[in-house]
């Protein structure tokens, strides 16, 4: 029987991929399968661009587990919907911490396991190949270990317990496989072996492909940073903290063009710009961040009823042309956090105001009726609005406060990658004595201090909600709307229908099964 693999992957891989072929003797795209697939190049060129294509299709996914039930998005205090009078319908079980089988909020792992497979499929056909030069196979190899060790870490926070798989099979469908979940120690053996088959195959090659939005060294080396703090936090105290630290610095040392974007809205305004260590790529008429039209903005009449403080001019539908629905707003509160001269908060979020004219004739004044994300801003298309952002996954800035998170929990100080990403955010404004750390109350705490200004640099990058859950378990009580009494929330319900078709899954512990 033949086996045939992922139609997706090698279509996405031929349109994207800019290379040709003289090779008159491929099959043709209807009858690609494993026998005649992985004879040229090309063939493996197409293919690592596929399976990037299908880690596109992740980012809403990433978005949802990496901040949705933390603390940035909700409604105003005694509303139900949102300020524009949209519904959030269902959205709001998020923050609310109401999930279960029927309602998951992420269904079937993410979707994750369906590039698992292809990444499962490119490691054995790359190190089966003779075709490939070493340079090409080992960058290849790289990616598909780093990339495969990313995912497995996104299910570990997320659910814990997972199913493992590393064979390389045609067709996988977690939801219809009977295979039992391994246990989280053994899914993080996995990732911390994939991590070092990613850098040992990468070797000395820092490069970066494709502006950035190809998997690299680099991006394998944020995701041991990552790793391994999530373990010094849990036990792993300072022998982990080193190893995040040596990989961080490994970064520094090697890829000297990474640095900080002047301004922090030209970090989202550009590709590949210096400060981007992977993004995802986004195009005008390829491929967008489209799930911010779905729950992220408000449509533009609706918007078109509000004010603009800081243009002191009404939203209208021309410009504020957002065209979408508004089921997750941020809350205000999360506005109010900011100093505002932090360059941070505008570049980031739009307040939407009501006028007061209760004070009339004296004075009109405006008052904040609700916010939303606007960090991508994207770019206007025949009088409509595309999100083509490019989506970052790693930056220069993270380096930065995961590295000065390392020097805490090695009782170093931090205070020059703080500085560093407070100074470029307040800009011309910035002012030591007041902004700087270790100047600020918060700074007293300098685990608190982190996650602050953590969060203040990366809301909508989904990382608030691992954060929290990095720094333990009391940072998620406090800041969050999951109490201690129900911990079982710190980890996510597997969905009904996966459960049903793999009869050998059970249920996260706490959620009720059927």
């Known amino acids: 029987m033949k086996k045939y693999i992922y139609i997706f992957t090698f279509i996405t891989g031929l349109l994207f991929h800019p290379a040709c072929t003289d090779d008159l003797n491929l099959a043709p795209i209807s009858s690609i399968s494993d026998a005649n697939y992985w004879l040229t190049p090309d063939q493996f060129d197409a293919f690592v661009v596929g399976v990037h294509a299908r880690f596109r299709t992740h980012i809403a996914a990433f978005q949802t587990l990496g901040e949705m039930r933390a603390d940035i998005f909700g409604t105003e205090p005694g509303?139900?919907?949102?300020?524009?009078?949209?519904?959030?319908?269902?959205?709001?079980?998020?923050?609310?911490?109401?999930?279960?089988?029927?309602?998951?909020?992420?269904?079937?792992?993410?979707?994750?396991?369906?590039?698992?497979?292809?990444?499962?499929?490119?490691?054995?056909?790359?190190?089966?190949?003779?075709?490939?030069?070493?340079?090409?196979?080992?960058?290849?190899?790289?990616?598909?270990?780093?990339?495969?060790?990313?995912?497995?870490?996104?299910?570990?926070?997320?659910?814990?317990?997972?199913?493992?798989?590393?064979?390389?099979?045609?067709?996988?469908?977690?939801?219809?496989?009977?295979?039992?979940?391994?246990?989280?120690?053994?899914?993080?053996?996995?990732?911390?072996?994939?991590?070092?088959?990613?850098?040992?195959?990468?070797?000395?090659?820092?490069?970066?492909?494709?502006?950035?939005?190809?998997?690299?060294?680099?991006?394998?080396?944020?995701?041991?940073?990552?790793?391994?703090?999530?373990?010094?936090?849990?036990?792993?105290?300072?022998?982990?903290?080193?190893?995040?630290?040596?990989?961080?610095?490994?970064?520094?040392?090697?890829?000297?063009?990474?640095?900080?974007?002047?301004?922090?809205?030209?970090?989202?305004?550009?590709?590949?710009?210096?400060?981007?260590?992977?993004?995802?790529?986004?195009?005008?008429?390829?491929?967008?961040?489209?799930?911010?039209?779905?729950?992220?903005?408000p449509q533009s009449g609706l918007i078109a009823n509000f004010y603009d403080s800081i243009g002191n001019r009404k939203f209208n539908v021309t410009t504020d042309n957002w065209g979408g629905l508004l089921r997750a707003p941020v809350k205000s509160s999360t506005f109010r956090i900011y100093d505002p001269l932090d360059t941070r908060r505008n570049s980031t979020i739009t307040a939407a105001y009501s006028l007061d004219i209760t004070k009339r004739p004296t004075a009109d004044t405006f008052k904040i009726a609700g916010c939303f994300v606007s960090k991508y801003q994207g770019e206007q298309n025949a009088g409509a609005r595309a999100y083509t952002n490019d989506y970052p996954i790693y930056r220069y800035a993270d380096l930065l406060l995961l590295l000065a998170e390392a020097k805490v929990l090695l009782g170093e100080n931090p205070a020059t990658e703080i500085n560093l990403v407070r100074a470029r955010a307040f800009g011309s404004k910035y002012i030591t004595a007041t902004h700087g750390y270790p100047?600020?109350?918060?700074?007293?705490?300098?685990?608190?201090?982190?996650?602050?200004?953590?969060?203040?640099?990366?809301?909508?990058?989904?990382?608030?909600?691992?954060?929290?859950?990095?720094?333990?378990?009391?940072?998620?009580?406090?800041?969050?709307?999951?109490?201690?009494?129900?911990?079982?929330?710190?980890?996510?319900?597997?969905?009904?229908?996966?459960?049903?078709?793999?009869?050998?899954?059970?249920?996260?512990?706490?959620?009720?099964?059927?």
């Open 79 to 297: 509303n139900t919907g949102t300020f524009t009078g949209e519904a959030t319908q269902g959205v709001e079980r998020l923050w609310q911490q109401n999930l279960n089988l029927d309602n998951p909020g992420v269904s079937n792992f993410g979707g994750f396991y369906s590039n698992i497979g292809q990444l499962n499929l490119l490691i054995s056909k790359a190190n089966e190949t003779k075709i490939l030069t070493a340079a090409n196979k080992n960058y290849y190899l790289g990616i598909a270990y780093g990339m495969r060790a990313f995912y497995y870490f996104h299910m570990l926070r997320s659910w814990g317990n997972v199913i493992l798989q590393t064979d390389p099979v045609s067709t996988f469908d977690i939801s219809n496989l009977a295979k039992a979940a391994s246990p989280a120690a053994d899914v993080m053996n996995l990732i911390k072996a994939d991590l070092e088959q990613s850098l040992n195959s990468f070797g000395t090659d820092y490069s970066f492909k494709n502006t950035k939005s190809f998997w690299s060294k680099a991006a394998t080396l944020m995701l041991k940073a990552e790793v391994f703090l999530w373990n010094a936090h849990r036990g792993g105290g300072t022998s982990d903290a080193n190893v995040a630290k040596t990989a961080l610095t490994d970064i520094q040392s090697n890829i000297t063009s990474l640095a900080l974007q002047p301004s922090y809205a030209s970090v989202f305004s550009s590709k590949g710009n210096n400060e981007i260590i992977f993004a995802v790529r986004h195009v005008l008429n390829e491929a967008s961040i489209s799930f911010i039209a779905s729950s992220f903005v």
């Open 439 to 514: 100047n600020q109350a918060i700074d007293a705490n300098p685990k608190d201090a982190l996650l602050k200004e953590r969060l203040l640099e990366f809301i909508f990058e989904g990382k608030r909600w691992y954060d929290l859950r990095r720094f333990g378990d009391a940072y998620v009580f406090a800041n969050t709307t999951v109490v201690a009494l129900e911990a079982y929330k710190l980890l996510w319900p597997v969905d009904r229908n996966t459960l049903t078709n793999n009869r050998l899954l059970t249920q996260t512990p706490g959620y009720p099964i059927f």
